[in-house]
């Protein structure tokens, strides 16, 4: 056995351990279990990409002979496990009184006990786990900004009740993530899957408090018939094809899946959007809101929503054996991006801000994946991975303002650069290396709308979304940084646990920038050749960013230092070069408003028609197979 | 990539707000005239900012300097980009970060007039972005790429609606009537503008020119021919010509509100460019005969 492997292995078992051990640690041990196994995920979840990427291997097969104990006890105890999974939902839905819920829990367990039945329980894979690039980005993501996010936890969840369950499924969904994207065996995707739907549901109930309770059973119903869809799709799979595995179904060509097989595609597409919260689907995730802020960190960032959007891009290759499909889906997304953009200009709420800009960047990737081109998935893992890493450090300094100054309204924040200097460098980081260039998701947003000349009325609907977050994006940092003449008055020290995982992952925003050639060109578009595509040479912009020459970004780098150190350096300021702002020749402090463009109404209108169109959108995914057969 | 051309659109971007300074000033003139009124020298907006220049330093908190600053290079950046013959859309991408920071950098004082001035600068560019990146597809619908350097093709012909979608954007971006929204000196002192003062504000004005020359600099992609000299007249003359239609329209409306600047810009601007994509698609595919 590899180390590589065992790596990969521990990634899914040393979460997991995390989670025995948090759950019934007294306060004092517990702290100490989250350091220890936040540092040993990290630790293997680095090495393990070290060693990927030194290695430059196409992917790294996990077969039977290298999970450690006999296949059988793997087999039997996930099958076991599995089923003790879906009655626990089904109590969690009936306990919640949603019939929706149960019904979907029941429809699950039909398939999948009646698939077994019919495949046979206990059969062994051929190969159970892959580790390729695209499980790598999940996992290395999910393993160092999922662990940060439970050390920042430590502090922001103390005096809070429950906190050994609290940290049991913070880890659980760390393990159980992991298992996902590594799962080569459809059946145990699917375990995985529920398993991070469980832990999901108990962080968004955490507070038991109604709202709570009422976002933790809508989340329960949505992911729940989304696992009904993944179900299905790896159940029909099985009977229709004999194979349970994705590397096999992934290799059967077009003469066999083209026709009645797109089904398989569509239910996993469509299972993906809900985990991956796009429109229709979106509800849960904002309700999801009123979880402690590091679950919201952990859901937007390194779990929940990444595993949708990763379904959706390992069907990538099937879904381009039927361009309709195909198209159809990158409409949804692209709808999703644009009014999902429009959608956070009307909130004042910072978290449903965030809310909204991590389903329209989801929707962005799901875009890419329907433009099926290789460049266009180029797009789709860089948006993929940069936003996850943005998007969690801005959602715990979310978390610490939230926790210092007990606020999530944009309005309250005025002066934030004041009162937490720290915090505010922060979020103007995450908030540029969210929309502007040089850093990283600017690539991707490049890639993209070169990609959607394919289809231009997308490139219509990303010219829109992507003006409409630069304004909400600038509205806010605009908010925070906007200062009196006053000294800063520091609102007293910052715990370490706030700015230790803050500043890692800042400075990993910044290296994974300047090294965006690099994971163009050696890690990106190997990845797309071994899902079989061929090289996004060809699209300029994937050109220009796998060059080494490298001039165009780093012209921008080179101009924006320049734009930040000279006026540093150059323009000192003292007492008397200080002006007062114009009020009219008054003497007061001026008041200001932001602006929100018509505020809940619009909110209702436009969710309403976004949620109508891509609701149709997804029905036609799903009967797409369908004519595909017929006609 | 040929490092002599880099050399060369370096100088061109060292010298290019000279040559909109020039362009302002025979825009003072041209509006003077139009009012029956003599108007100052053409070389007057130079004059302005020496002045602006040698005056003493005042200003409200430093991260507005900073702010301002970061717009400024960003600026020069887009056009040197621009002339050095880059991606477009990298260019749009930058110019995206530079109306970001001007926009920052208004908030980042508390003053009404300006954070007033910077939302709606904000909304003019929701307004103006889709359209810009419509017409950047039109350049590459007809050059099948996305590459700033100027090519043989008579863009105008094959172009003409997304020609007048520029129009509407070069009145937003040189602050013109009826679309001044952010600026509004009438209505909001000078919106995003009203807190800088002295060598700040010759900082910001040269910002302001160096996105003006952009701007030109994508009309003149309107215009191409194998003949430099021919190319080099053509493009100086479609540049008037846009001024002129820009200062036509400056002298002969009120300003709109900020909302209806938006709703224009966004319907018709749009319709424009998407209509002109549609034909030139439908020709190049053989939908429309062409002769």
């Not at chain 1, 007293?492 to 910044?510: D, F, M, Q, R």
């Not at chain 2, 419509?134 to 043989?152: E, H, I, P, Q, R």
């Not at chain 2, 996105?211 to 479609?238: D, H, Q, R, T």
Request: net charge neutral; with cysteine; hydrophobic share 55%.
């Amino acid at each position: 056995m590899q180390l590589i492997e065992t790596l990969a292995l521990l990634t899914i078992l040393l979460p997991t351990l995390g989670a025995l051990l948090a759950y019934p640690a007294g306060d004092k041990a517990r702290k100490w279990v989250v350091l220890a196994f936040a540092a040993a995920i990290i630790l293997v979840g680095g090495v393990m990409t070290l060693m990927f990427l030194y290695e430059g291997e196409g992917a790294v097969d996990i077969g039977n002979d290298s999970l450690g104990v006999d296949v059988a006890a793997w087999v039997w105890g996930i099958t076991a496990l599995d089923i003790v999974l879906m009655i626990v939902l089904l109590y969690l839905g009936a306990r919640s009184r949603s019939l929706i819920a149960v019904v979907a829990a029941i429809l699950q367990m039909v398939i999948v006990v009646g698939f077994e039945a019919w495949h046979g329980f206990g059969k062994a894979p051929e190969l159970p786990f892959v580790l390729d690039r695209l499980a790598l980005v999940l996992v290395a993501v999910c393993c160092i900004i999922g662990s940060l996010i439970a050390v920042f936890a430590v502090h922001y969840m103390e005096g809070r009740q429950k906190k050994g369950r609290f940290f049991a499924f913070v880890f659980l969904f760390l393990g159980a993530m992991n298992g996902a994207v590594l799962s080569n065996e459809l059946l145990w995707l699917f375990f995985f899957w529920e398993v991070t739907t469980l832990c999901s549901y108990y962080l968004i109930f955490h507070d038991e408090t109604d709202e709570a309770k009422a976002s933790a059973r809508l989340a329960l119903e949505i992911t729940l018939w989304g696992g009904v869809a993944l179900a299905a799709g790896i159940a029909y799979a099985g009977w229709k094809f004999g194979t349970l595995e994705m590397d096999v179904l992934m290799g059967m060509g077009s003469d066999k899946l083209l026709g009645l097989g797109l089904v398989i595609p569509a239910l996993l597409v469509v299972g993906g959007m809900t985990k991956a919260a796009q429109v229709p689907f979106q509800s849960w995730l904002l309700g999801a809101m009123v979880a402690p802020t590091p679950v919201s960190a952990l859901l937007h960032s390194s779990t929940m929503v990444n595993l949708g959007v990763y379904a959706i891009i390992r069907m990538a290759p099937l879904l381009k054996l039927y361009l309709p499909l195909s198209y159809t889906v990158a409409l949804a997304g692209g709808i999703t991006f644009a009014a999902t953009a429009g959608l956070a200009l009307t909130q004042n709420n910072v978290k449903r801000v965030l809310a909204y800009s991590t389903i329209g960047n989801l929707g962005l990737v799901v875009m890419c994946v329907g433009i099926n081109t290789p460049a266009s998935l180029v797009a789709a893992v860089f948006i993929l991975l940069f936003h996850a890493v943005s998007k969690g450090m801005l959602f715990l300094s979310v978390g610490v303002i939230d926790h210092e100054l007990k606020t999530k309204d944009i309005e309250e924040m005025g002066g934030l650069s004041e009162k937490m200097p720290f915090v505010t460098m922060i979020i103007v980081l995450g908030s540029v290396s969210m929309m502007l260039p040089p850093f990283g998701l600017f690539a991707g947003k490049w890639l993209s709308v070169e990609a959607a000349t394919q289809m231009p009325m997308l490139l219509l609907l990303l010219g829109v979304g992507s003006a409409a977050t630069v304004l909400y994006y600038t509205k806010w940092v605009g908010r925070i940084i906007s200062r009196t003449q006053a000294t800063p008055k520091p609102a007293g020290p910052l715990s370490p646990y706030y700015k230790v995982p803050l500043g890692a992952i800042a400075a990993g925003i910044i290296m994974l920038s300047i090294l965006t050639p690099f994971f163009a060109h050696s890690f990106a578009f190997p990845m797309l050749e071994g899902m079989g595509y061929g090289s996004p040479h060809g699209s300029a912009a994937a050109d220009l960013l796998a060059t080494n020459s490298y001039i165009w970004i780093g012209a921008v780098f080179l101009f924006m230092a320049a734009g930040l150190a000279l006026p540093i350096a150059l323009v000192a300021v003292k007492e008397k070069d200080k002006a007062k702002v114009y009020t009219c020749g008054e003497d007061m402090e001026p008041q200001v408003a932001g602006h929100y463009f018509g505020g809940e109404r619009t909110e209702m209108t436009v969710t309403d028609l976004a949620v109508s169109v891509c609701a149709g959108l997804a029905i036609a995914i799903m009967l797409l197979p369908y004519i595909a057969e017929v006609f | 990539m040929d490092y002599l051309w880099l050399v060369i659109a370096t100088i061109i971007t060292v010298i290019a707000p000279f040559a909109v300074a020039v362009l302002a000033g025979i825009d003072r003139r041209i509006t003077a005239r139009m009012q029956n009124r003599v108007g100052p020298p053409i070389l007057q907006p130079i004059y302005d900012l020496m002045k602006l220049l040698s005056k003493t330093k005042m200003l409200i908190n430093k991260g507005q300097i900073i702010l301002a600053t970061l717009y400024v290079t960003m600026s020069i950046l887009a056009l040197w980009m621009f002339i050095a013959g880059a991606d477009l859309l990298i260019i749009f991408f930058v110019l995206s970060a530079a109306a970001a920071f001007y926009t920052l950098a208004a908030y980042a004082v508390l003053s009404p007039f300006s954070q007033i001035g910077a939302t709606r600068e904000l909304i003019q560019v929701i307004a103006y972005e889709p359209v810009v990146l419509m017409v950047f597809f039109g350049v590459y619908l007809v050059n099948g790429s996305f590459s700033s350097a100027a090519t043989d093709d008579m863009l105008i012909l094959w172009l003409p609606l997304m020609f007048a979608a520029m129009i509407l954007v070069l009145l937003v971006k040189l602050q013109k009537s009826p679309y001044d929204v952010a600026e509004a000196h009438t209505e909001i002192v000078g919106g995003p503008e009203v807190e800088y003062s002295g060598k700040f504000l010759g900082l910001v004005k040269v910002g302001h020119w160096y996105e003006a020359a952009l701007a030109f600099a994508v009309i003149s992609l309107f215009f191409g021919s194998p003949n430099i000299y021919v190319a080099f007249a053509g493009k100086l003359l479609l540049v008037f010509l846009a001024l002129f239609i820009v200062i036509l329209v400056d002298n002969s409306t009120a300003r709109l509100r900020y909302g209806q600047m938006a709703r224009v810009v966004l319907t018709y601007g749009l319709a424009l460019t998407v209509v002109n994509a549609l034909v030139v698609w439908a020709v190049q595919e053989g939908v429309i005969p062409w002769p």
